[in-house]
């Protein structure tokens, strides 16, 4: 990695809410800045990072950068062997070090930190450390047991102990005996079929086969907590529920009452396409129970509490018990391939197609939202005991939702979920964009770019906006023209007949971006309009 290389990695880092960087730890580091801080076991050091980061299932670590990404860079030496080797030796992990040159002879050490292993805790002199904030603590004794749970047998496969087959429900049973026969076009019995699947083993039951075809008292009896708690609200911000619904029996009969449940407030929406009308409910059925589907299957059954539905006329949300799976988060869902924490229990119902192959559904759940003009499915309010999953009932961009269909039409192109989330991205005028990404749209022409500089941005191309009376928008989006601002710029020196510095030309064009107006300045130098004294950084300006 060169200077300019960091530079545009600093500048692409994605920033969440809480403040912290995706997968980016960075460091003022002032002074000299301990390895294994040995003095009083100092955790302002590079192993102390190493083991909290890792914890986190691996990090970059920047030294000599701010928090508001401005390189700082030093000329202190490190020993790269060195710290390799004292870091190896305590924790058994390779850490990469990289050294990149900055002005002025200075440095920024970019240090590539490897993730733990499944349940395994990294310890910094016997403590495991996490990050809260900008500081590192203890761990916490519910992060620690998540750890080390994570090496655990399936539980939805275990042995409920005193149940037996006497604790199945029967019209739970012929339900499951017709699915099953129904997809997989068998004469088996019932019961051979269970032995096949491993729901029963004898007279002993599992837990799988608890959830899904169990007897209401005997879930009340050996897992309480396997239920489904519904509420509607007239206004997702209401305390006050006006509907709520209880349900503790198997899943395999509750799971239609649930749904059912949920359409009897479900509203369509048509939209109007030359001569094709299309209808978009406010709760797409697929998107719902796949949600649903992946409460019950990824949900940690040993927590106590249930799952939680919300239904308002803004909103459908799921809230399950536990977090995500350790190497699972907001930013990554879509990209990593599920693997249940119940496997048995996720095996079972894709037998019966109640969830689909390879459980996959969260794809469904983004492409069906995204593509009926919804905002993305939200995780946001989801921690480390909740998994809280909300999907939008409205149609956020009536005019983004034609602009695909009149694609689909026109290309004969099918998008992909990947696709669908980066032409959302463009159309909520999310930057942080790469050329690579978008080049096969632009070369289609449903995308454009702003400038040929390394601050170029896209856009959704004008045809689209102006096939729908958006053109404003765009003119917006894409801004006055290149040449216009340049004119401007030399109209803003003329008017001052004084030298000008950068700040001055932040000031007075705010809306753009002070890499842009530093190309702009470069630009009408190189024309013979303006002149220009002192170091580019700290240069000063005038009219010629």
Known sequence: MDFQELQEFLSQACQSPNGEYEKLELKEAKVQYSVMGWEKRNRNSIYAYTVALGNEWGWKLLLWVKNDKTIVGTNLPLNFNDVKTQIYNKIGKRIQIEEVLCSEGKKVIVILIPPRWIGEVLKFYGVPLMRVGEELHDMDDATQRKILLEWESDWSAKIVPWAGIQDLDDNALREFEILYKKYKGTSLSVQ???????????????????????????????????????????????????????????YILSQAKIWNKIYSRNQITQIHEWFITQEIPSYNEEAVKEAINNAIVHRD?????????????????????????????????VDTPSKPRNRLLAETLEHIRFVQRAWQGMDTIFQTSIEE???????????EYNVVLKISAQIKNKWFLEFLQ????????????????????LVDNSWNILKSEVKRFIDMGIVEQIWNTRGAKYVLSHKYYK??????????LVGISRDAKKHLMLQHLEKNKS??????????????????????LQELKKQWKIISEGDRRWAVWKVK
């Open 192 to 250: 051979q079929i269970l032995v096949n699947l491993w729901l029963i083993r004898g007279w002993d039951i599992t837990y799988a086969s608890l959830v899904l075809l169990g007897k209401q008292e005997s879930l009340r009896k050996y897992l309480a907590n396997a239920e489904v708690i519904f509420q509607y609200r007239n206004n997702k911000h209401d305390i006050t529920y006006s509907d709520r619904e209880n349900y503790r029996e198997a």
């Open 301 to 333: 059954y040993r927590d106590p509490g249930s799952i939680t539905i919300k239904q308002s006329s803004q909103e459908f949300e799921v809230q399950s018990p536990w977090g995500f799976l350790p190497w699972i988060t907001v930013e990554n869902i």
């Open 373 to 383: 003009g919804k905002w993305r499915p939200d995780f946001s309010q989801s921690d």
């Open 406 to 425: 009149k694609v689909i039409w026109e290309k004969q192109f099918s998008f992909w979920v990947h696709d669908l989330i980066l032409l959302q991205d």
């Open 467 to 476: 096939d729908y009376a958006q053109a404003w928008t765009h003119t917006r």
């Open 499 to 520: 030298w000008a510095v950068l700040s001055d030309f932040v000031q007075a064009f705010p809306d753009i971006t002070r890499k842009d107006i530093s190309n702009l």
